[in-house]
């Protein structure tokens, strides 16, 4: 019972396009999403979050929505750039995580950016 | 910048062999957690630490155990190493209210 799901696990892109990564999740108590990159032979790195009582967050190239109602969050990328060609995982957290810090993440989705 | 430094990048053993898997971070952080990464799983929860000497189970904990005697270290350990076990182990630390930040991981081959 994955209550964090990445279906789609690879995702090919033009480069100076939109890369548009999606997330689902099932557990209605989740109040807090973040995104990860991950380069081969190297560590998550984190790259943005979004608290549920926001719709939206911005970070340069990078934005997160989020979609209560539907339970889904998606990562923007523009322009995509062959740079961040890597692993992206999304990952929740919610109040049973107490200060834990503990993360619940999706399978991954591998995105290629093509010059 | 966060450090968190996995003893080794790449690790090869033998089934029945206990093994020991260190991770040190430079940032006096509360939280630590033990995750494996495998294809199409992504990334799962082995065990966590929220305080020196206090553990908690994660979602896939059997077969491991850990030890947390100073608040910088946290090893992991295969107390009987299996197949099923080789896989990509990540270590990250937390201070509180803030994302977790990751080691580069110890590849691990069991033979």
């Known amino acids: 019972d994955q209550q964090v799901k990445q279906n789609s696990p690879s995702l090919s892109v033009q480069e100076g396009r939109i890369s548009i990564l999606n997330c689902d999740y099932t557990?209605?108590?989740?109040?807090?999403f973040l995104w990860y990159k991950k380069y081969p032979a190297e560590g998550p790195t984190f790259l943005i979050s979004?608290?549920?009582?926001?719709d939206k967050n911005e970070d340069g190239r990078f934005t997160v929505f989020l979609n209560k109602s539907a339970k889904h969050l998606s990562l923007h990328i523009v322009p995509s750039q062959p740079g961040d060609s890597a692993v992206y995982f999304c990952?929740?957290?919610?109040?049973?995580?107490?200060?834990?810090?503990?993360?619940?993440f999706g399978q991954g989705t591998t995105l290629q950016v093509k010059p | 910048d966060v450090k968190v430094t996995q003893s080794s990048r790449y690790l090869v053993k033998r089934t029945g062999e206990k093994v020991f898997l260190e991770c040190v971070q430079d940032?006096?952080?509360?939280?630590m957690f033990w995750y494996r990464q495998d294809p199409g799983l992504g990334l799962r929860l082995i065990y966590f630490?929220?305080?020196?000497?206090?553990?908690e189970k994660g979602d896939i904990p059997e077969g491991y155990s850990v030890s947390r005697e100073k608040k910088e270290r946290f090893s992991l350990i295969l107390e009987s190493a299996s197949t099923n076990q080789t896989s990509m182990y990540l270590c990250?630390?937390?201070?509180?209210?803030?994302?977790?930040?990751f080691g580069d991981g110890t590849r691990l081959s069991i033979l």
């Open positions: 979004i608290s549920s009582i926001k």
């Open positions: 990250a630390s937390r201070e509180y209210g803030q994302p977790q930040h």
């Open positions: 557990n209605s108590m989740f109040d807090y």
């Open positions: 990952a929740a957290s919610g109040p049973a995580s107490g200060n834990t810090g503990k993360l619940i």
């Open positions: 630490s929220y305080d020196v000497k206090m553990k």
């Open positions: 940032m006096d952080h509360e939280n």
